[in-house]
């Protein structure tokens, strides 16, 4: 019943691309300029950030403490708590298998067991990055393998304190807040 209704819904309010420039191609995001005609046939510009998409994990040890990241965001010249993420190599990579990778050069962790938790969409007003969320539990420690550009802390913190982190605006990072929300609902913290 739920699909039908979105399948209406879409049809109902679908955005058709009359047009489309490159804007900028970098590393990264690539961004476009589009003109879309409207349901009732009207035009509109539309500017979209495409993102090859990335992978998050809400790493807990069995003393429920997260392995969390300090790390400083030159966009809003702060330096803020996360969980380890990263983005995909290449639109086929393994999602698993990239976060597997990224919490192991980040933090130097492993894991025994990984659990999908969701995905997300941080800005879907201007941006398609998609953001697979994972929890990781059986946690093995070990060196880490920073990418030359990276430097960051790697604390241990208990969940109850992150909620708290979250609810009170200390955590400020989208796929951050999410994660310990979900991982906390999902363990019964």
């Known amino acids: 019943m739920q699909e039908i209704n979105e399948a209406l819904e879409l049809s109902r309010m679908r955005e058709t691309t009359v047009s489309s ?4 191609d970098g590393a990264i995001l690539h961004v476009r300029k589009d003109t879309v ?6 035009l509109a510009n ?12 809400i790493p807990v040890n069995d003393r429920l403490e997260v392995i969390m990241e300090r790390q400083y965001r030159y966009p809003i010249d702060r330096v803020i708590w996360e969980i380890p993420a990263g983005k995909l190599d290449s ?3 393994d999602r698993l298998s990239a ?3 990224e919490l ?15 995905e997300f969409y941080g800005a879907c007003a201007y941006t398609d990055e998609r953001i ?7 946690l093995h420690a070990g060196a880490r393998h920073l990418d030359e550009d990276e430097l960051l802390d790697v604390v241990a913190v208990p969940l109850t304190e992150l909620v708290d982190m979250v609810m009170s605006g200390e955590i400020t990072d989208a796929k951050t807040q999410v994660a310990i929300l979900k991982a906390a609902r999902l363990l019964g913290v």
Do not use: K
């Open 46 to 57: 539309r500017e979209v950030i495409r993102h090859i998409g990335a992978v998050c994990v």
């Open 91 to 93: 639109p086929q990579e």
């Open 132 to 138: 697979s969320m994972y929890l990781a539990r059986g």
């Open 21 to 24: 420039e490159n804007i900028f």
């Open 99 to 101: 976060i597997q990778r």
């Open 104 to 118: 192991w050069e980040e933090t130097g962790y492993t894991a025994d067991e990984w659990t999908m938790i969701g």
């Open 37 to 42: 005609r409207l349901p009732e046939g009207h």
